[in-house]
């Protein structure tokens, strides 16, 4: 996959946007082993140059991801809590997710594998996946897989393909959700192979991570479509990031050009806890404020067959799992020595630390 890994190779109006500051930061990542500097062709030619803009602002290395942050973990979702194997992760009773690669049409400044893809762990090996096949055939009640990474699609289809066929060798009636951001970052990944690859493996969902209305280019939009037209249902995923999202009008609009297109929005994530990406992160109070007002402005949708609000979800910080936001799961609230933080119940009523800011 073709990557653009320097600034001098960003489109010219992108490179003469980078500032002296940003520039040795960006240098000076490889040397300290973080989240490298990558994006697609593609991606960078929907960015404009303005430090502000929503776009640049996802890939362009931010000198602020060096500064400290209290609450930083790791590994916020605690997936070493419940992993099975070295690549699964069986969190919930009826689904798991494989972490198939370290890699990914581009590098999000706010992924929250963060630590994961700075390893650069390369595509599931064989010697790799026969544990986890061995786990799946001793844990029939797992019905559906999430193949997820870094991103699965910079894989081949033929690996694609060994890996499905593996999966679906350990459990006949397992169904697929296969997590990526390249329909957005690579369009021309989506080739009608690939697609018919997708069918052959139904029940088999795609899970698209899109944050802004300006992502659908007219190639993306080309592509999901045709994914949608081929009878793959389709969810989206999005991340509320601080100056990328993180308004009404942005959301809506959001959310009303997947229906137009026949995708599904399931999920609206508050940010998780990754180090370096405190500058992404909207307050929690905010964030429900903001999800107060998308409810009026999406509701008259959702009386319609189509839904178009997600829930507003947080995995909970450590390893609790995922929980929908709202007013009421906010127990408390506490200061910490790295500042105010709320108290989230679980669904049994165990309480978990979030940042307030
Ligand atoms: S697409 Fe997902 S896994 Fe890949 S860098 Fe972005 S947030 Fe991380």
Redesign the pocket.
Same mark, same amino acid.
């Given at each position: 996959m073709k990557l653009i890994t320097t600034i001098d190779n960003l489109p010219p109006v992108l490179a003469a946007s980078v500032s002296a500051e940003e520039r040795a930061y960006i240098e000076g990542i490889s040397a300290c082993n973080g989240l490298p500097f990558a994006v697609t062709p593609h991606f960078a030619s929907l960015a404009g140059p303005e430090p502000e803009d929503p776009i640049r602002r996802q890939f362009m290395p931010d000198p602020r991801e060096a500064q400290g942050d209290a609450f930083a973990l790791n590994d916020p979702l605690g997936e070493s809590y419940h992993r099975a194997t070295p690549r699964l992760i069986h969190q919930y009773r009826d689904r798991a997710l494989l972490k198939t690669t370290g890699f #990914?049409g581009g *590098? #999000?400044r706010f #992924? *929250? &594998?963060r630590v994961w893809?700075a390893e650069k762990t390369p595509f599931i090996t064989a010697a790799e996946l026969d544990p986890v096949l061995d786990y799946l055939n001793t844990h029939p009640e797992i019905r559906e897989i999430l193949i997820s =990474? =870094?991103?699965p699609l910079t894989a081949s289809d033929e690996r694609l393909e060994w890996l499905f066929q593996g999966l679906r060798s350990a459990n006949p009636a397992l169904s697929l959700r296969v997590c990526t &951001?390249l329909p957005i970052t690579a369009p021309d990944r989506i080739t009608s192979e690939f697609i018919g690859l997708l069918r052959r493996f139904s029940p088999l969902r795609l899970a698209v991570?899109i944050n802004h209305p300006r992502e659908f280019s007219a190639e993306s939009r080309r592509v999901l479509t045709a994914i949608t037209e081929a009878g793959i249902p389709v969810l989206v995923q999005t991340v509320l990031l601080k100056g990328v999202n993180d308004d009404t009008e942005t959301l809506t609009a959001l959310f009303r050009k997947c229906r137009d297109l026949g995708l599904i929005p399931y999920y609206l994530f508050q940010l998780d806890l990754a180090p370096g990406t405190a500058h992404f992160r909207v307050p929690l109070k905010q964030g429900l404020a903001l999800y107060r007002e998308l409810q009026g402005t999406l509701v008259p949708a959702l009386m319609e067959t189509d839904p178009v609000l997600p829930a507003y979800a947080v995995d909970l910080p450590g390893g609790g799992g995922k929980i929908r936001l709202s007013q009421d799961c906010i127990a408390g609230g506490k200061n910490r020595p790295g500042g105010r933080v709320y108290l989230l119940k679980d669904k049994n009523g165990k309480l978990w630390p979030y940042p307030a800011d």
């Open positions: #990914c *590098f #999000c #992924c *929250f &594998r893809m =990474g =870094g991103d &951001r991570h």
